[in-house]
């Protein structure tokens, strides 16, 4: 085995590269891309610099591996969010003005926005009221009543 792996050739490191984006194919999330396209660039390397010894190989594959995973993170962070309110449904709800449900006693009552009912937060207020939602505690909406303009 020693033996072989200290005369690998170019199509060994592109085979391993292949079977690298194979096993990504079946879904872990990025992680092995980053190691086969390091594998393909040290098949690369070897391919311009034949003489390159085993060692080098190996140290250029990790240095590769390290540097283009480090390099996708830091693309990753500097992107801005695609939905930033993912899986905060009440967080859409916010500024908006609704009519109570239940009236609000004792600090809590409900509205209906779109097909859900939320439980709401706020100053005693009589069903039918007009409310607007001025905050969001967990799964419960702060709200305040309308002023008419």
Request: hydrophobic share 55%; net charge neutral; glycine share 10%.
């Amino acid at each position: 085995m020693s033996v072989y792996l200290q005369n690998l050739a170019v199509w060994d490191w592109l085979a391993l590269a292949v079977l690298l984006l194979i096993v990504e194919v079946f879904g872990t999330a990025g992680y092995f891309l980053w190691f086969g396209s390091a594998a393909a660039m040290v098949g690369v390397l070897l391919l311009v610099f034949p003489e390159l010894s085993w060692v080098w190989q190996f140290t250029a594959f990790a240095l590769l591996s390290l540097a283009t995973a480090w390099l996708w993170w830091q693309r990753l962070r500097t992107q801005p969010s695609v939905a930033p309110r993912l899986n905060q449904r009440g967080s859409e709800l916010l500024g908006g003005e609704y009519i109570l449900h239940e009236a609000i006693s004792a600090g809590r009552g409900k509205i209906k926005a779109g097909d859900s009912y939320w439980l709401v937060s706020g100053p005693d207020l009589a069903a039918g009221q007009r409310v607007k939602v001025i905050g969001q505690q967990g799964t419960v909406l702060k709200v305040e009543a309308c002023t008419v303009d």
